[in-house]
């Protein structure tokens, strides 16, 4: 079975756009959480969500935003970037939401010039 | 009282050693601890994972011990290979918090690994 798929895996923005990065999440998967990872650092949460509902919010600013879709998959929204948004945006699955074992993707790299 | 220290930021050592990662965490609500494993370019890959009602927990060659009473929970990785050379983070969740907290793992800031052949 394929594993957790992101995409893109590159993306190069300038200071104020907006970008959206995808998630597919391991056949049978319904929950899904993203995950900011600065170079460096440990991964940092940003949201979970399971049955197309946010479960789980970490500390950033509403800049941010998420959604789940009724296939499961994700979409993770960044509006007006900024310098520090660059970073490896990773996503998780899990069979159901909550703590069991998070499933990661390979992230999608963002430069923000 | 979120975080998890890790320790230390970076260790090298020898084909066939004993690399140790020590991570100490305050929030005593945590109860599940995993460990990580990202080679470059990639995601995090689960290695092991354990829960504090027990003490210690092997898989293959990657031990985890678990001190409750200190709170702090280390990675051992038995006759370590090139292969090993890898960036491992611990983390920490609980798994009875809800709201905003509701399926997050917090975790250390990594650990670089090199193993010499």
């Known amino acids: 079975d394929a594993g957790v798929t992101q995409s893109p895996t590159h993306l190069i923005k300038t200071r104020g756009q907006h970008v959206t990065l995808r998630c597919s999440p391991i056949?049978?998967?319904?929950?899904v959480s993203w995950y900011q990872q600065v170079l460096g650092q440990g991964p940092q949460f940003i949201f979970q969500y399971y049955e197309k509902e946010e479960r789980g919010r970490g500390n950033f600013p509403d800049r941010f935003s998420a959604r789940q879709f009724p296939n499961y998959s994700s979409e993770l929204n960044v509006n007006a970037l900024l310098l520090g948004d660059s970073a490896l945006y990773l996503c998780a699955s899990t069979r159901t939401g909550g703590h069991q074992p998070q499933h990661f993707g390979d992230g999608t790299r963002l430069s923000i010039l | 009282q979120q975080q998890v220290k890790q320790s230390p930021q970076s260790l090298i050592v020898q084909k066939g050693g004993i690399p140790i990662i020590n991570c100490a965490y305050e929030?005593?609500?945590?109860?599940?601890f995993p460990w990580y494993q990202q080679f470059p370019g990639k995601g995090p890959a689960l290695l092991i994972a354990?829960?504090?009602?027990?003490s210690e927990k092997k898989e293959g060659r990657f031990t985890i011990s678990f001190n409750k009473s200190a709170k702090q929970f280390s990675l051992h990785i038995m006759d370590s290979q090139p292969g090993d050379s890898a960036t491992y983070f611990c983390?920490?969740?609980?798994?009875?918090?809800?709201?905003?907290?509701?399926?997050?793992?917090?975790f250390g800031q990594g650990t670089i690994l090199t193993v010499h052949p």
């Open positions: 354990i829960r504090p009602d027990v």
């Open positions: 929030n005593t609500a945590f109860d599940y």
């Open positions: 056949s049978g998967h319904k929950s």
């Open positions: 983390a920490a969740s609980d798994e009875s918090a809800g709201g905003t907290s509701y399926g997050k793992l917090t």
